[in-house]
Nanobody, 118 residues
Framework: QVQLAESGGGLVQAGGSLRLSCAAS????????MGWFRQAPGKEREFVAR????????YYADSVLGRFTISRDNAKNTVYLQMNSLKPEDTVVYYC???????????WGQGTQVTVSS
């Protein structure tokens, strides 16, 4: 069974940092692009960041550019999201995803809650 398991969420004060991890099991994603998305209650899921299979290409949403960094360790089948200078508006559930085909991101984790207090 393929699973993506996020961890590292929690409560942090504005201006603080968190590092999210997403560990994959059941298959290797070392040849697949990976990404992070987030979703607030009642709103559509939005893109945060993505990384190519090699880690050589990254892309970010404007709202997190310069504050968040996506990285991966293919040997550990894990992708990370380092979040710095957190803002209260970053308070949402964060999901990792894997893109195993050109059809888009087709594997999703269960999400981890990030709460930023002002």
């Amino acid at each position: 069974q393929v699973q993506l398991a996020e961890s590292g969420g929690g409560l942090v004060q504005a201006g603080g940092s968190l590092r999210l991890s997403c560990a994959a099991s059941g298959r290797t994603f070392s040849r697949d692009a990976m990404g992070w998305f987030r979703q607030a209650p009642g709103k559509e899921r939005e893109f945060v960041a993505r990384i190519s299979w090699s880690g050589g290409f990254t892309y970010y949403a404007d709202s997190v550019l310069g504050r968040f960094t996506i990285s991966r360790d293919n040997a550990k089948n894990t992708v990370y999201l380092q979040m710095n200078s957190l803002k209260p508006e970053d308070t949402v559930v964060y999901y990792c995803a894997a893109r195993s085909s050109s059809a888009g991101f087709d594997y999703w984790g269960q999400g981890t809650q990030v709460t930023v207090s002002s």
